[in-house]
């Protein structure tokens, strides 16, 4: 009895060593799998999420007026199996660690994380897209210096292609060019008397 006393007491004066969640803050580990979430910035509605969700639970729908699309994600289908997040081509989607999700059943069809997401105009041809984020348009035109990827990310997938044709074009016309005037230069660095030999022969 005294040994069960003494214990007692002890813990008493130490506290609680379990968690005190939810009467305090918990620890949560930073690569716990909470809620999907989409930065409405990085997404460009190509539907790569949506076709890997085993779980159906990703929505993509055009607008009324087609000024836009929206994407849902159904957090009670979810299964944080974090497909989405590998195979997103931009990095828009991501899964974060806040794993508060208990609701009441009245409440099931309000569990949504919902972005609505706006097209912008071709800036050359006006066509309503959405522009590729900086970054990869950084990385994909990495090879180019001279190609601004802040100006290439605000075509249109045809105005790329015919920016990047005609890119292309300029260049080999000034790689011809300077292989004309190399072999003139060649030509004319020739000795008098190579030259010569060449007339008579
Ligand atoms: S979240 Fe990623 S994969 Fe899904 S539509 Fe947007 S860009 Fe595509
Ligand atoms: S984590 Fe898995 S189940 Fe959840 S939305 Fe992404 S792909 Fe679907």
Redesign the pocket.
């Known amino acids: 009895m005294a040994a069960f006393l003494k214990v007692l007491f002890r813990n008493l004066l130490d506290g609680p060593s379990t968690d005190p969640f939810p009467l305090g803050e918990t620890f949560t580990p930073e690569r716990l799998r909470g809620k999907c979430v ?1 930065d409405p910035e990085l ?7 949506k076709n890997v969700c085993a779980a159906g639970a990703i929505d ?1 729908s055009p607008k009324a007026d087609n000024s836009g699309y929206s ?1 849902t994600i159904w957090r009670n289908s979810c299964c944080l199996c974090a497909s ?1 997040r590998h ?4 990095g ?2 991501s899964i974060s660690n806040d794993w508060h999700s208990a609701h009441k059943q009245t409440e099931k069809f309000d569990c949504i994380e919902q972005q609505n997401i706006e097209y912008e105009p071709c800036s050359k041809c006006g066509t309503l897209i959405r522009p590729l984020p900086l970054k990869l348009a950084q990385k994909i035109y990495a090879h180019d210096p001279e190609l601004s990827p802040d100006f290439i990310r605000h075509l249109c997938p045809k105005c790329r292609q015919m920016e990047d044709a005609m890119r292309a074009a300029r260049i080999s016309k000034q790689d011809s060019g300077a292989k004309i005037a190399d072999s003139a230069q060649a030509a004319l660095n020739q000795p008098a008397e190579s030259q010569n030999s060449v007339q008579t022969a």
């Open positions: 989409v997404c460009v509605g190509c539907g790569v999420c993509i994407i989405c195979y997103c081509p931009t828009a989607m």
